[in-house]
């Protein structure tokens, strides 16, 4: 039965990665299979009816059997939920102290993407400490740090022209690089392969494997289960049908970037903000495009950031336009999430602003070669929760590291994993002998990152972002952000809090009139399923659609998002996963109001925004199957 069910997950990992167009490295196939082999190679018990074991390396393993299901279990030393800048920073860091040691750490890397770097989206100018530190010849290896910033600019836009304002000093990119952070992670992955990480590309952390207390009360995890393969859209089982497998770890890391799915299941069922008091997030959400334009319109190295039109006085936001090496351009509009006006729409503000003669003088007579999207953490240092627990740690933006004035976050993503990986190495060496894989609370992470630059950049930025929320709005904020930058320096007894979550900012639409948005003209301006496009976004047909309605009820979620904030999800998702339809467009069906809820699954570009805005929170953003999503490539 062991043998047989091992056996199917090997078949399960080449045939199911190859239906859904996931590309293995060839080393890293190669040393998955490979162990897998070993370990049905070597004796083991029969199954019995509660668990049975096989080995790895001289330990025992378990497989565990439920009557629900079978599952292969695999235990770790460290398990890195997350292929972004901070999961594979901690993933290299343990194998480099480990070196150092003369040590073997055992590190596994899930990553839901197809491959290492599909999903990475971000501006980005890099600020390059964290990179010096963890390889001091980045250079010579070849990383993909091509184009120094080189000029700096920021604007203030009306709707026709635009006047400069005093660049901020926390914005000053003199030693940054503009990139592709696709590219940079699809770097680190190998160089994390080179040092023996094994990365399971296509792999989607599902759920959790809890540690609960003798009355069932949580408290802490023992590791994670990936997604499983072969459901049908009704979730019963295919003829392709595996569970997911599950993997054991004392310590596991989760680097899912913003608002991620197991992060928040973390952050919610052990009470994470409530232990040290912290302020709701609250987030943006990006949109950006990377265009190839005319050579006579690019200007190498130069970096500017814009704030005013097209957005009102009343909503936080800004853009970006970066010129990258090869005459790329990439530019995009960060809109804060706690907007109140449930028609504005933040992928139409993005293509209206391209029209502006700031961007439209610089894209003319080009081609956008790449579109995509994703929430951003804006709550700065006081919507930290408490980032360690029983059996894991929460990296990067899965603890809201972002430096939202500096606008930047891989920098500090980089270096909390880096200092995850040195607790997490020093906890190791002090484990008990007789439980190696009982769950390990890495407390010194925290007073790890308290003593980097990473706590204490947060802290001195602290009150900028929420400034902004003042009665005064937009000219409120750009008084206060003067004044702190400049003179108070975040050196004040006073915080600003984010008092609610963004979607408990969303008004009523009828205190609002509907937005009229310009038709896109197909050359700066593109409709939304053209850009979506350009995200190379697919997922296995036939599956589960993964954007879950709170307990199945399509009919209260209409009534309150169609009735109170006019279907704000079609206009806020930039992905146009979500319609409602009139029911004479939907086979004469509706769930109320005449409307009929029709979620475009498979457009999903995974940026989460809708679980975070819809104003009911009746939207639960769940991992379809691994290797889904967006492919980005130049992002």
Not at 296 to 320: C, K, M, R
Request: hydrophobic content about 35%; overall charge negative.
């Amino acid at each position: 039965m062991t043998m047989v069910m091992i056996a199917r997950q090997v078949g399960r990992t080449c045939t199911a990665a190859l239906a859904r167009g996931v590309r293995f490295e060839a080393r890293t196939s190669f040393r998955y299979l490979s162990g897998l082999r070993a370990r049905i190679a070597t004796p083991f018990p029969l199954y019995s009816p509660t668990q049975t074991r096989f080995f790895h390396a001289g330990r025992v393993l378990q497989a565990e059997e439920t009557v629900e299901e079978e599952r292969v279990v695999d235990e770790v030393d460290v398990l890195v939920v997350g292929g972004g800048p901070a999961g594979l920073s901690a993933a290299i860091k343990i194998k480099q102290l480990a070196a150092e040691k003369n040590e073997e750490i055992r590190v596994v890397l899930l990553e839901k993407g197809a491959g290492i770097g599909n999903h990475i989206l971000s501006g980005a100018v890099i600020q390059p400490d964290s990179l010096n530190e963890l390889f001091p010849d980045w250079k010579d290896q070849g990383a993909p740090l091509n184009q120094p910033a080189l000029d700096d600019k920021m604007l203030f836009l009306t709707e026709k022209g635009s006047f400069s304002l005093p660049h901020p000093p926390q914005m000053n990119n003199h030693g940054n690089y503009i990139v592709s952070l696709s590219r940079v992670v699809a770097w680190l992955g190998e160089k994390a392969e080179e040092l023996g990480v094994e990365i399971y590309p296509g792999f989607a952390g599902a759920q959790f494997v809890w540690d609960e207390g003798p009355d069932g009360t949580k408290r802490g995890i023992k590791g994670v289960i990936t997604n499983d393969i072969g459901l049908n859209k009704e979730r019963k089982p295919k003829d392709s049908y595996e569970p997911g497998m599950e993997f054991r770890a004392p310590v596991t890391l989760l680097a899912e970037g913003a608002h991620g799915s197991l992060s928040q299941d973390a952050i919610r069922e052990l009470k994470l903000r409530e232990a040290v008091g912290a302020d709701p997030q609250t987030y943006g959400l990006g949109i950006k495009e990377v265009w190839r334009v005319k050579p006579e319109n690019h200007q190498a190295g130069q970096v500017v950031h814009t704030i005013g039109w097209p957005l009102d006085i009343h909503t936080y936001g800004g853009s970006f336009m970066y010129h990258m090496e090869d005459n790329l351009v990439t530019l995009g509009l960060v809109v804060g999430l706690d907007y109140k006006n449930p028609y504005l729409s933040p992928y139409q503000e993005f293509q209206r602003m391209k029209h502006h003669p700031v961007f439209a003088k610089v894209l003319e007579g080009g081609d956008c070669v790449a579109y995509g999207a994703r929430a951003l953490n804006e709550g700065g240092y006081q919507s930290i929760p408490k980032v360690h627990f029983s059996g894991g740690a929460l990296l990067g933006c899965s603890a809201g590291f972002l430096n939202v004035p500096k606008i930047k976050g891989t920098h500090n993503a980089m270096k909390s994993g880096m200092l995850a990986a040195e607790a997490a190495v020093d906890a190791l060496g002090k484990r008990s002998e007789e439980d190696l894989y009982a769950p390990i609370d890495i407390a010194e992470y925290k007073t790890k990152l308290d003593n980097s630059w990473v706590i204490p950049e947060l802290h001195q930025v602290r009150n900028i972002r929420p400034s902004f929320n003042s009665p005064l709005g937009m000219l409120g904020g750009l008084m206060y952000s003067g004044l702190d930058t400049l003179i108070l320096k975040g050196k004040v007894p006073w915080t600003f809090h984010h008092e609610e979550p963004d979607h408990a900012e969303t008004e009523p639409a009828s205190k609002y009139k509907p937005i009229d948005y310009p038709k896109p003209d197909g050359k700066l301006s593109f409709d939304i399923l053209t850009s979506v496009s350009r995200t190379n976004t697919n997922h296995a047909e036939d599956q589960p659609v993964h954007l879950v309605v709170k307990e199945g009820d399509y009919k209260s979620h209409v009534e309150r998002n169609v009735g109170t904030f006019a279907g704000l999800l079609q206009r806020v998702c930039p992905a146009a996963v979500y319609e409602y339809l009139p029911k004479e467009d939907a086979n004469g069906k509706e769930d109320a109001l005449g409307k009929k809820l029709v979620i475009n699954s498979q457009n999903c570009i995974h940026c989460k925004t809708c679980s975070i805005k819809v104003p009911d929170q009746s939207i639960r953003w769940t991992v379809p199957e691994g290797g889904g999503g967006p492919k980005y490539t130049v992002t």
